[in-house]
């Protein structure tokens, strides 16, 4: 199965596929994590997608979709995988397609999170995310917060804030790349059948491990 988490940043994509990925042993494959993993560690791929990212870019489809086409070839993602910022533009999209297709795989379920516009700086800002790569895990000072503050509960590493969080500059350059280059996403998979809207927001009081539950037990079980 072939699960796409699509959203604004902010909302909680990465949480919710975490959630399901421990759940359905499907591999959570982020496209942002291989990034910051490659960038911290200063690979040739780290130095040049940081250029686009600290900017709040989008990295090129050239050194993306290779990427991500070279890892569901790996074992883990056979059965499929859960895509956690990929695809980002209806190009993406289409080169997913192809991927797949080759695999006899496509995309089943499509998971759009939408909160709103004020909620999601504030849900930026104070984001924060367990600094060991094998971990990763997702806080938020405010509305989920560690147990000791700074360290993270699942495995004692420190917590840090993403670089690309710190900069409101950036962070409305990456919300304004969201509505004119991913939000077109919506009507590509809506059209396919497979679009599931799913609001986030403390203003219900719905958050991410909500949304998870309910995809889990209404739609992944049945
Ligand atoms: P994310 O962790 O998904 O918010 O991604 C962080 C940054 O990585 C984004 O702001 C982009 O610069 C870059 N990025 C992640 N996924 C993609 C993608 N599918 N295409 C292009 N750039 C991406």
Redesign the pocket.
């Known amino acids: 199965m072939v699960i796409i988490m699509l959203g604004a940043?902010g909302t909680g994509?990465?949480t919710v596929a975490g959630l399901i990925s421990e759940q359905t042993k499907l591999p959570q494959i982020?496209?942002?994590?291989i990034?910051?993993l490659n960038i911290s560690e200063k690979t040739e791929l780290g130095i040049e997608?940081d250029k686009?990212?600290s900017q709040?870019?989008?990295?090129?489809?050239e050194?993306?979709v290779p990427m991500?086409a070279n890892r569901l070839q790996e074992k883990d993602a056979e059965d499929g995988a859960i895509l956690?910022?990929?695809?980002?533009?209806i190009e993406?999209a289409k080169s997913l397609d192809e991927i797949l297709k080759k695999s006899g795989k496509k995309v089943n379920l499509v998971i759009n999170l939408s909160t709103p516009r004020e909620e999601i700086i504030d849900r930026m800002l104070t984001r924060r995310i367990c600094s060991n790569p094998e971990c990763k895990l997702i806080y938020n000072t405010k509305l989920h917060p560690p147990k000791v503050e700074g360290i993270c509960d699942r495995c004692g590493a420190p917590l840090k804030q993403?670089e690309?969080d710190l900069d409101p500059v950036v962070i409305n350059k990456?919300l304004e790349?969201y509505e004119t280059q991913t939000a077109p996403l919506v009507e590509y998979y809506k059209e396919k059948g497979v679009l599931r809207t799913e609001t986030v927001s403390m203003s219900i009081n719905r958050m991410g491990k909500d949304v998870a539950e309910d995809i889990i037990n209404n739609v992944l079980k049945k």
């Open positions: 940043q994509k990465g982020s496209t942002g994590d990034f910051r997608a686009y990212i709040g870019n989008l990295v090129p489809d050194i993306t991500v956690d910022g990929f695809p980002r533009t993406q993403r690309d990456r790349t």
